[in-house]
Nanobody, 122 residues
Framework: QVQLVESGGGLVQAGGSLRLSCAAS????????MGWFRQAPGKEREFVAA????????YYADSVKGRFTISRDNAQNTVVLQMNSLKAEDRAVYYC???????????????WGQGTQVTVSS
């Protein structure tokens, strides 16, 4: 059974950093692109970052470009989202997801984790 499990969320002050991890099991992890998405209260789920199967290509939402970094370790079956210079508007539940190809559209991703809460205090 395929599973994605996020960790690393929490409460941080504005300007601080958090490192989110997503551990994958039950699927050939290295064959799939991975993405991070977030959903704030009352808002639709939005794209944050994505990485190709081999890590050779990365994509970011304009709102996080220069502050967030996505990376993956295929030997460890993990994908990481390093979040720096956090802002109050980054507050959301963050989800990792997998997809056969690297895209930014949430509906293209077929496997999702349960999410991890990120709260930024101003």
């Amino acid at each position: 059974q395929v599973q994605l499990v996020e960790s690393g969320g929490g409460l941080v002050q504005a300007g601080g950093s958090l490192r989110l991890s997503c551990a994958a099991s039950g699927r050939t992890f290295r064959s799939y692109a991975m993405g991070w998405f977030r959903q704030a209260p009352g808002k639709e789920r939005e794209f944050v970052a994505a990485i190709s199967w081999n890590g050779g290509s990365t994509y970011y939402a304009d709102s996080v470009k220069g502050r967030f970094t996505i990376s993956r370790d295929n030997a460890q079956n993990t994908v990481v989202l390093q979040m720096n210079s956090l802002k109050a508007e980054d507050r959301a539940v963050y989800y990792c997801a997998s997809c056969p190809r690297v895209v930014v559209i949430p509906s293209e991703y077929d496997i999702w984790g349960q999410g991890t809460q990120v709260t930024v205090s101003s």
